[in-house]
């Protein structure tokens, strides 16, 4: 966390954030177009947004693209947002997905999560029915894991949430599913999208890297699991490291 609080504790590094908050996925040209800062100024800006895991980046071909990582600043929420303040952090959320919608082109969600905890066991609690029933909304995941396999969630009542195929799979490194949210008849009208789990050793720590993409633009799908996956990767961080559930609070909806 202190390497969070520093991070945001720089105005110009709180720029960059909004930047990205506006418009997900930019190469380093085009964020220092958009601030007034050197190139240099902007590297060393993003070396500590990305040590902070509150920027995480990908390659594009010869590019490389900066994305905003929102789940450090969800671990600071869970921990010290008050229940009284949830709508107003909600909505800020709402926000970035409507900027997502009138700006990007490939759309595509991208989190990263440091655990402390070893490869094996986070593997066995992304592909565990008694772990995910803990941290992934009371659903119980099932598959054998295979290339080709199926791979769904089921709720306590026995549907169906999420649906899927199993793509590539690297034990406690990798896994790659499609994903179709078959519970939502909105959404259910989506092609399936894909998701990939990547985990990498890191001494102590695992750093969890999520990237759910493969969307047909904006749709239905895109929206709902903006919103969805930040509560999953911290109540899987807390569960791993603190062997409790996360409680999470739904706020009362407002008329």
Known sequence: ????F????DPSRRLLL????????QTLGELCAEVRLTRFGVMKHLKVLEAAALV?????????LHYLNPVPIRLVHD???TKYAEPWVGALGDLKHRLEEETMSAPKHVYEVFIRTTPEKLWAAITSPESTKQ??????????WKVGSSVRHLAPSGDVNLDGRVLEVVPGKKLVTTFAAVHDPESAKDRPSRVTWEIQPMG???KLTLTHDDFDGI??????VGRGWNPVLSGLKTLLETGKPLAIPIPAKTS
Do not use: N
């Open 1 to 4: 966390m202190e390497l969070v």
């Open 6 to 9: 520093k991070a945001l504790a």
């Open 18 to 25: 909004d930047r990205l908050f506006a418009r997900d996925g």
């Open 56 to 64: 995480t980046t990908r390659r594009a071909g010869r590019e490389k």
């Open 79 to 81: 921990r010290w947002i």
């Open 135 to 144: 941290y992934f909304y009371g659903t119980a995941v099932q598959s054998d």
């Open 204 to 206: 102590e720590v695992c």
């Open 219 to 224: 749709t239905k799908t895109y929206e709902s």
